[in-house]
């Protein structure tokens, strides 16, 4: 069965701390993509990464940076050097060949919160 | 930047009504879904739609519930009947190629039935 696990439900951090969102999937199939999407407090869903399961490799865009190990089944996100515009909820999202036209899995969502 | 766009933003009904909640897809985009999300949940797939036809459906995505693209450019959302449950944010996506491909997202519709 497909399943995405984002343990921490809120996390609250004071502006320029680093802090990391854990995602962890469940799935059966060996090709698969991951995806992580931002909801800021007006609710619109900004996509900000995806990542399939051949590219180990981890990716750094600016502030973010991302840690993918299909060891532990793992896509976690760092924000570095937080800010206050980072606060959102953070959404970890998988996509197999489970669903043919590879609708989106996602997890509960984590709430991050930055305060200056 | 090409972006989905969606309307109304917010749609408050009676119980019972019918509601359509639009969408227009980026334009070269050839894949497009439906999602909700009920006020603080996660995002759940509803349905994806391809070549003029559903391809996948949830559980969710009952008899209640039906999508057409009416023209070359809208994707719509009928809720016939509306329940008290259905209240929640709905958003459509679209992705260029094959459902792997990224999905982008519109700014969603919130939906209130009372």
Redesign the interface.
Known sequence: AQKVTQAQTEISVVEKEDVTLDCVYETRDTTYYLFWYKQPPSGELVFLIRRNSFDEQNEISGRYSWNFQKSTSSFNFTITASQVVDSAVYFCALSDDGGSQGNLIFGKGTKLSVKP | EPEVTQTPSHQVTQMGQEVILRCVPISNHL?F?W?RQILG?????LV?F?NNEI??K?EIFDDQFSVERPDGSNFTLKIRSTKLEDSA?Y?C?S?SG???????????T?LLVL
Not at chain 2, 41 to 45: G, I, L
């Open positions: 894949y879904y999602y949940q996660k995002v759940e797939f994806s391809y391809s996948e949830s944010m958003f996506a992705s094959e459902g792997r491909e990224t999905q982008y997202f519109g700014p969603g919130r």
